[in-house]
């Protein structure tokens, strides 16, 4: 008799502490998300020197996430926002800047992102890990990645290309493509060996998507270009539109872009994008 | 001395027996393992798990420096165990120093066996191990030194529970100087006469903490060794010999 | 000989021993009485080098306490004591042991020694399991360990039963018969009247009384005398 009322009275009071959690959870009680961050100096007197371990708890466990959440914002919170994360970052780096990882990450998602100064914001991460951090292949190459890609700046991208290139531990593919930045004579070739390196050497899910999407873009360029140059030697004059690489059998069809444009040929010969 | 060990040896044997040791180093275990789980988010970078696990074998080392030095303390007194031993032909001093070195001796076993599972952990992870962090792991035990001293002083002029707090306050602000000297320095004046001469007695600890070069794989200045061993040196010398004095002054 | 001249405590204010002066010839058994917190335990502890005396002068054998080699030949066991809780019975009397410049002795001495006690079945299991007649019979024998010329035990048979009782004062007997010196602390008279030789009795930290039981009891119990003169000293 006795064993079965501590048995029921112990699982009537458990079923009751966890149905007031589960009332707790339903309302929804959270408490206002504070937006402080403390200054590095405090935070370095208090953290018993563990400066590198702060640092990377920080980083993975909320600074990384807080990124991410970042660029699914809409554009005019992340404004705000932004200010919030070059703060927690700037904590990171002040209290360890060395660590690589927070510089690679933001230097890579931030000229994505809807952020108007993102670019910029990228730009000045990436010269600040390129001086502080452990060396690093990832944040020379994106650095570059962003001269070459967002600024059109060809000088500073084959700086830091080059540094990137002379970097331990760089993968073999974006090895080959930083060293030989500048070889490559057209901007198009240019461009599309950086997205095979990325395609080649990142780890991130949705980077690798985007360059293996750049890539195709890119090879069917080249493909239709090629297919323009058969036509002239064929007929001895462009083409006029692109249905007519088909029709004269030079390409079985027309590629369909992953950007999904559609292409015109100009009156050189010369392959542009339908607006 | 003969006796000094004997007292050391017992010492040592008490604490490795205490069940609150093993507490320790079974929680100690477990974060240090949980770096493996840190090594998965941070996608196998090996920086945050250096980190962590360092961190790990620091906290705990300190923890189990803090548990096994008040309660030993404490118990010898209020216990009275040291009647039987003071009757012998055993003196204060000797009794003073036979603590310290037993308690050091267990407290350097303690970091020695969390130091075993980080190797561990690092050769799980990476294959290799890592031979920066022995050498932290030595400056870490060269600050337990200077730690237990410090517990075992207090612990001679104020009792137990109110000595662990001063020598965890000790702790955090021997940590806390090196910036808070920077900032006096901008400030001047008085206050950075004070902070000037609080950073120069105070325990320094800052000298012992190699981590962060240990971590990154960056060479460690060749000086601080001998630096570092030298201070703990003497700032052990000399809170061991104000503990004597000051003991050999307790009634008891 | 144990000569004590002189000797007091003050702790602040208070005057917890006053200008105790007493001799002990060697070879008997001395016993120390008096009323709880008349300051036996103090002037025990002084004898033994635990408590300095605030002023005074105690001699064991001629040399002044202060000489290491004075601890050398005497052995004490505090009252109620209480012990290294996780070393097992041996392992506690081979710390004791190793405390003498004449070092460690072997194993079987030991566990003559804890045979002698009662305790030779409980030497290797942790002190923290002993009853507190174990670890009263521990407390003696950590006291025998070097051998001693002196021996000084505060309350040795306090919180035995019977039996041991017997066997505790049997050993302070043959203690006696080897040639030892044996001081003790008591507030139970009966059993201090069957074996002293020679008696203190201190009152409020002032001695008494001082010299043979069978003269002090003369021609009644040493209760009843005891009790006479302490009430006499408390109206004065």
Not at chain 2, 9 to 15: G, L, V
Not at chain 2, 146 to 174: D, E, H, R
Request: charged share 20%; aromatic share 12%.
């Amino acid at each position: 008799m006795k064993p079965i009322f501590t048995g029921v009275a112990i699982v009537v009071l458990l079923g009751g502490i966890v149905g007031t959690q589960g009332l707790y959870d339903s309302k929804k009680i959270k408490s206002p998300e504070i937006d402080f961050t403390p200054s590095p100096k405090l935070v370095k007197s208090f953290d018993l020197g563990l400066h590198s371990a702060l640092a990377s708890y920080l980083w993975l466990f909320k600074t990384r996430t807080e990124l991410i959440k970042f660029l699914f914002l809409s554009k005019e919170m992340q404004e705000t926002a932004y200010a919030r994360y070059s703060r927690n970052l700037n904590l990171i780096n002040e209290l360890d800047p060395k660590y690589s990882a927070p510089y690679v990450f933001s230097v890579i998602a931030l000229p994505g992102s809807k952020y108007a100064g993102g670019v910029q914001a990228s730009v000045e991460i990436g010269m600040r890990g390129v001086a502080d951090a452990d060396p690093d292949w990832q944040i020379p190459f994106y650095l570059a990645v962003t001269y070459h890609l967002e600024l059109k700046d060809n000088i500073n991208a084959a700086k830091y290309f080059d540094i990137a290139g002379h970097t331990p531990s760089i993968p073999e593919p974006a090895r080959r493509f930083s060293i030989n930045y500048g070889i490559f004579k057209t901007v198009r070739e240019q461009t599309k060996q950086i997205w095979q390196a990325i395609y080649e050497t990142t780890d991130d899910e949705t980077m690798r998507e985007r360059a293996q999407v750049y890539v195709v873009h890119f090879t069917i360029l080249d493909y239709l270009d090629a297919a323009i140059k058969k036509y002239k030697n064929m007929h001895g004059r462009y083409p006029k539109k692109l249905e007519d690489l088909v029709s004269k059998k030079i390409i079985p069809e027309i590629p369909r872009d992953p950007f999904g444009f559609e292409f015109t040929i100009g009156t050189d010969g010369d392959l542009r994008v339908k607006n | 001395m003969k006796i000094i060990f004997a007292i050391a040896k017992n010492t040592f044997r008490e604490a490795v027996r205490d069940k609150i040791l093993y507490a320790i180093l079974g929680f100690a275990a477990l974060f240090i393992l949980s770096s493996l789980f840190v090594g998965q988010l941070s996608r196998g970078d090996i920086v945050p798990v250096k980190s962590f696990g360092l961190a790990g074998i620091y906290i705990f080392g300190l923890v189990a420096s803090i548990f096994l030095g008040s309660s030993i303390i404490y118990k010898e007194i209020e216990r009275r165990t040291l009647y039987f031993v003071l009757a012998k032909p055993v003196s204060r001093a000797n009794v003073i120093l036979g603590k310290f070195f037993g308690l050091l001796a267990a407290v350097a076993l303690t970091t020695i066996f969390m130091a075993i599972i980080y190797e561990g952990v690092i050769f799980y992870q990476r294959g290799g191990f890592d031979y920066g962090a022995i050498l932290a792991v030595l400056f870490q035990i060269m600050e337990e030194s200077l730690f237990i001293a410090l517990l075992i002083f207090l612990s001679s002029i104020i009792p137990p529970l109110t000595s662990t707090i001063c020598a965890v306050i000790i702790l955090f602000v021997g940590h806390l100087t090196p910036s808070a000297l920077a900032e006096a320095k901008l400030v001047g004046g008085i206050s950075h006469k004070f902070i000037s001469l609080l950073y120069y007695v105070l325990p320094n600890l800052e000298k012992f903490d190699i981590r962060n070069f240990v971590v990154h794989n960056s060479p460690i200045p060749g000086s601080v060794g001998i630096i570092a061993f030298c201070y703990a040196l003497l700032y052990t010398i000399l809170l061991l010999y104000c503990a004597i004095l000051l003991f050999n002054r307790r009634e008891l | 000989m144990i000569s004590i001249k002189n000797i007091s405590k003050k702790y602040g204010g208070d005057t917890v021993v006053d200008s105790v002066s007493l001799d002990v010839r060697n070879g008997i058994i001395f016993g120390f009485m008096g009323q709880n917190g008349s300051g036996k335990t103090t002037t025990m502890k002084m004898i033994v080098g635990i408590t300095r005396p605030t002023s005074g002068t105690i001699e064991i054998d001629g040399a002044l306490l202060g000489d290491m080699s004075v601890h050398e030949k005497i052995g004490y066991m505090p009252e109620a004591p209480y012990f290294y809780d996780r070393l097992t019975g041996l392992e506690f009397l081979r710390f004791s042991g190793e405390l003498f410049r004449a070092g460690k002795k072997s194993d079987a001495k030991y566990d003559e020694l804890l045979k002698k006690v009662g305790l030779h079945d409980a030497r290797d299991k942790a002190i923290q399991m002993y009853s507190k007649g174990m670890k009263q019979r521990l407390g003696f024998a950590q006291a025998l360990v070097n051998d001693p010329k002196y021996v000084f035990l505060d309350e040795p048979l306090d919180g035995l039963d019977p039996i041991g009782r017997r066997e505790i004062k049997e050993m302070i007997k043959s203690l006696k018969a080897s040639g030892t010196t044996v001081f003790f602390n008591s507030h139970i008279l009966y059993d201090t009247e069957e074996l002293c030789d020679e008696i203190g009795i201190i009152d409020k930290g002032a001695l008494l009384y001082c010299g043979p039981v069978k003269e002090f009891c003369a021609n009644g119990r040493l209760e009843e005398k005891f009790i006479a003169l302490v009430e006499k000293n408390t109206t004065e």
